[in-house]
């Protein structure tokens, strides 16, 4: 039964969108129509038409509102940057281990985001005029991890040298992994990425993984010599 809440047209609206960026994740801006979008979203064939114009009208709004997501997070980011550096006690380890925890946490919040950058960037959804770039989504989620920073970090913990930009790169793609391809790529290896434990159960991995790949020989996550 289809639901309208005629005297609540954010909420309404809040919903196709919802709708139509699973629908978009899911099978692509060609194979889906209008009709769909109203279907999944529970309200009539005509309303999203009403509120966003047109197919591409409504992509353009799926792309804007993840796109301000990005932001958000991007700004939260900055400002967890801006946190540490001033605070030059905190242990550099536990600063890196949050930017990893938290970009986890983002891609978990927003299992479509991945999915929809890999589209567009791959070509197999064109970018339409109005829509961000994925590349500019995909840039500003990435504050994350600040290289300024994360270089910072790096000089007062007990860390060997390594190359601070190839360390982003690894860090991003431990952290992404799970969400591409719908998680498809990480299910063949008989992980459950929809298992309620994952995301917290990936956080340390990767956390354990990358801290113990940049100590210094010898040396332990707290500094101590083993």
């Given at each position: 039964m289809e639901r309208e809440w005629v005297r609540d047209p954010n909420r309404t609206k809040a919903a196709v969108l919802d709708a139509a960026e699973s629908l978009f994740a899911q099978r692509g801006?060609?194979?889906?129509?209008?009709?769909?979008?109203?279907?999944?979203?529970?309200?009539?064939?005509?309303t999203p038409s009403y509120f966003f114009g047109s197919k591409e009208g409504v992509y353009v709004a799926v792309k804007e509102r993840l796109a301000q997501r990005v932001r958000d997070f991007a700004e939260q980011a900055r400002s967890a940057d801006l946190d540490r550096a001033k605070a030059e006690e905190k242990d550099p380890g536990e600063s890196i281990a949050d930017a990893l925890r938290s970009y986890v946490d983002f891609l978990a919040a927003n299992p479509n985001y991945v999915r929809l950058v890999e589209r567009e960037a791959s070509g197999e959804d064109a970018a339409l005029e109005g829509a961000s770039s994925p590349e500019a989504r995909m840039a500003e989620s990435l504050s994350a991890f600040g290289l300024e920073v994360l270089d910072e970090d790096l000089r007062r913990g007990p860390f060997r040298e390594v190359d601070v930009a190839q360390l982003a790169a690894s860090m991003i793609a431990l952290c992404a992994f799970p969400f591409q391809l719908g998680g498809g790529l990480i299910r063949t290896l008989g992980i459950d990425p929809d298992h309620p434990g994952f995301v917290e159960a990936r956080k340390e991995h990767v956390v354990d993984l990358l801290m113990h790949g940049i100590l210094e020989r010898g040396i332990d996550s707290a500094g101590e010599n083993v």
């Open positions: 801006y060609a194979m889906t129509s209008l009709q769909q979008i109203g279907r999944e979203a529970a309200v009539s064939r005509g």
